[in-house]
């Protein structure tokens, strides 16, 4: 029998064990007819990184080639990023699920938006009365996981509105609930989100336009936030390309710019479960979720809390382990000091354990 051995604080206890790796799972105790394992690494060992939020095979022109797909794929491996929920993508990534080597995926299929209210080749486009039909079909392709584009800009009202009337909505959601899938939205305005939280929606990407009110909502019914800081950062360019042409949604994005940190930690304070995603994909780079989790640090979420949202409790609400346990598969990361007292060592880690394989 052939073992690997790591030995450091594991997270989140931060108690000093000796884990060993065989055949691809964890153990604490020491393989019986063992006379010696090789030490892989020591230092601090995280639960593997989630990145909530990512496009894998999109970019700015839509589905990429499968050679992109698998390089970006590693670049996010080999930066401790071992889980990923695709939050839309028009690339098909099911191959992904088949390479022992590329992080795990959580696939969401297209983007459903509506009508010419969206990214050019990034989505399904429906008007209402198709969109039902859209969220089935998104629901049979993907993971367990739908993407809707809640609001988008209006050309007609020159400002961000919601992308579909509430009935559809309520439509689209109890179907997704129906073929078991769950649903998640962008939403940078205030005003696509009631109606999508009354209709039972799991997860809000963005939210900036969040009010108490929503928020009170969200932790009633157990709606999670991602909330892609680094996305929202660019509203100020936003609104300033739009300026001339868009005035109303210029200042729009100008103002939940503005209030972006407010709402952030309005909702870490109520109570709402926040998780980390880098939007990597489309504008945005793969291989950067370091950086999300730095930015959101510095909204004023306590690193703990930060280094929660895309490890351990993640992968919890994912549906993956979120620890450590004995006889779970071999999914972390192992970095030289401790990432709650410096996030920075995020970009150094030693290894990375991917089911059982160091890379790295």
Same mark, same amino acid.
């Given at each position: 029998? @052939?073992?690997? !051995? ?27 007819? %063992?006379? #010696? ?8 060992? =995280? ?10 095979? %999109?970019?700015?022109?839509?589905? =990429? ?19 990923? !929920? ?7 990534? !099911? ?11 959580? !696939?969401? /299929?297209?983007? =459903? ?21 859209? $969220? ?21 009202? #020159?400002? %961000? ?32 989100? @009631? ?26 019914? #157990? $709606? ?39 709402? &952030? ?5 109520? /109570? =709402? ?7 990597? /994909? ?6 950067? &979720? ?10 004023? &979420?306590?690193?703990?809390? $930060? ?15 979120? #620890? ?21 060592? %995020? ?14």
């Amino acid at each position: 029998m @052939s073992a690997l !051995r790591f030995s450091g604080p594991v997270l989140p206890d931060g108690e000093t064990r000796e884990v060993y790796v065989v055949d691809g799972r964890i153990t604490y105790e020491r393989p019986a007819g %063992l006379s #010696g394992a090789e030490t892989a690494a020591q230092g601090w060992i =995280v639960p593997g990184l989630v990145d909530a939020h990512n496009h894998l095979g %999109l970019e700015d022109g839509g589905a =990429v080639p499968d050679e992109e797909i698998e390089r970006t794929a590693i670049l996010d491996r080999d930066n401790g990023v071992l889980l990923t !929920r695709d939050c839309g993508s028009p690339a098909d990534t !099911r191959w992904v699920h088949e390479r022992e080597d590329l992080p795990r995926l959580i !696939r969401c /299929g297209r983007h =459903v938006a509506r009508t010419r209210r969206y990214i050019q080749n990034y989505g399904q486009e429906v008007e209402p009365d198709g969109l039902v039909d859209a $969220v089935a079909e998104q629901a049979q392709a993907g993971d367990g996981w739908v993407k809707l584009v809640g609001d988008w800009i209006s050309r007609e009202a #020159g400002d %961000l509105a919601p992308s579909f009337p509430a009935d559809a909505v309520t439509a689209a959601i109890e179907v997704a609930h129906a073929h078991g899938a769950k649903v998640t939205a962008h939403c940078f305005g205030e005003d696509s989100l @009631s109606p999508l939280l009354d209709a039972g929606i799991d997860c809000i990407e963005h939210g900036t336009g969040l009010t108490e009110a929503h928020i009170a909502q969200m932790v009633e019914r #157990g $709606v999670a936030l991602v909330p892609t800081v680094l996305q929202t950062s660019k509203f100020p360019g936003f609104a300033s390309s739009g300026r001339a042409r868009f005035p109303a949604y210029s200042a729009t994005m100008d103002r939940l710019f503005e209030r972006r940190r407010e709402v &952030l930690m309005n909702a870490h304070d109520a /109570g =709402v479960a926040l998780y980390v995603g880098s939007d990597g /994909g489309g504008s945005a780079r793969h291989g950067v &979720l370091h950086e999300e989790i730095r930015a959101m640090a510095a909204m004023g &979420l306590s690193n703990e809390d $930060v280094l929660g949202a895309a490890s351990w409790r993640a992968r919890a609400w994912l549906g993956w382990n979120p #620890g450590l346990d004995e006889g779970d598969t071999a999914d972390f990361v192992v970095y030289p000091r401790n990432p709650v007292d410096d996030l920075s060592v %995020l970009t150094e880690p030693t290894c990375v354990v991917l089911r059982g394989r160091v890379y790295g």
